[in-house]
């Protein structure tokens, strides 16, 4: 069975860094590009962030662009994003999501499956 | 930017109704980069169609996917007691690449 497990969450003030993990298990992790996707609580979805099988490209949505960085590890079967200059807006439960096919490329996923249960991010003084 | 927008906001039906959830792009968006997903409190999203039509890896066949261009429908039959929950469509567009999402249809018990 697929499982995504995020961690990494918590309350940071506004200007600050904060580092969200994700385990892959299950599924050849090497193979797969990933994705982080975020939510605001009761609110709608967007994609933050995604990045390719061998790290050889990485796309980010225009309101992090500069300040988040998505990583991998395949040893580990992990997947990171490191987030910088924190803002009240990125304030969200942040989920990893897989690519759906081995293809590897983040820029060809089309959907996503399966997702993580979520880490939530909370930017406030 | 393609904008999704989703109807209605919420719809009341009760089990055993039909339930028809409608998804408007503001371009032109091709069937192959459409997905609806399901979300319950507390969970994740978890895709039911993708390519707009197709059924993900064990979705019930009362969920179906339809249309093209910039008019797209996810419908449920037969409502059953663990479809209640919301819903959104995802569109992917290539150049760049880049992931929106609807604003979700929320079905309730009437």
């Known amino acids: 069975e697929v499982q995504l497990v995020e961690s990494g969450g918590g309350l940071v003030p506004p200007g600050r860094s904060l580092r969200l993990s994700c385990a892959a298990s299950g599924f050849t992790f090497a193979h797969y590009a990933m994705h982080w996707v975020r939510q605001v609580p009761g609110k709608g979805l967007e994609w933050v962030s995604g990045i390719s099988w061998n790290s050889g490209s990485r796309g980010y949505a225009d309101s992090v662009k500069g300040r988040f960085t998505i990583s991998r590890d395949n040893a580990k079967n992990s997947l990171y994003l490191q987030m910088n200059s924190l803002r009240a807006e990125d304030t969200a439960l942040y989920y990893c999501?897989?690519?759906?096919?081995?293809?590897?490329?983040?820029?060809?996923?089309?959907?996503?499956?399966?997702w993580g249960q979520g880490t939530l991010v909370t930017v406030s003084s | 930017e393609i904008v999704l927008t989703q109807s209605p906001g919420t719809l009341s039906l009760s089990p055993g109704e039909r339930a028809t959830l409608s998804c408007r792009a503001s371009q032109s968006v091709s069937s192959r980069y459409l997905a609806w997903y399901q979300q319950k409190p507390g969970q994740a999203p978890r895709v039911l169609i993708y390519g707009a039509s197709s059924r993900a890896t064990g979705i019930p066949d009362r969920f179906s996917g339809s249309g093209s261009g910039t008019d797209f429908t996810l419908t449920i039959s037969r409502l059953e007691p663990e479809d209640f929950a919301v819903y959104f469509c995802?569109?992917?567009?290539?150049?760049?690449?880049?992931?929106?999402f609807g604003q979700g249809t929320k079905v309730e018990i009437k």
């Open positions: 995802q569109q992917f567009g290539s150049s760049p690449p880049k992931w929106t």
């Open positions: 999501a897989k690519g759906p096919d081995s293809n590897g490329y983040f820029e060809r996923d089309n959907w996503f499956d399966p």
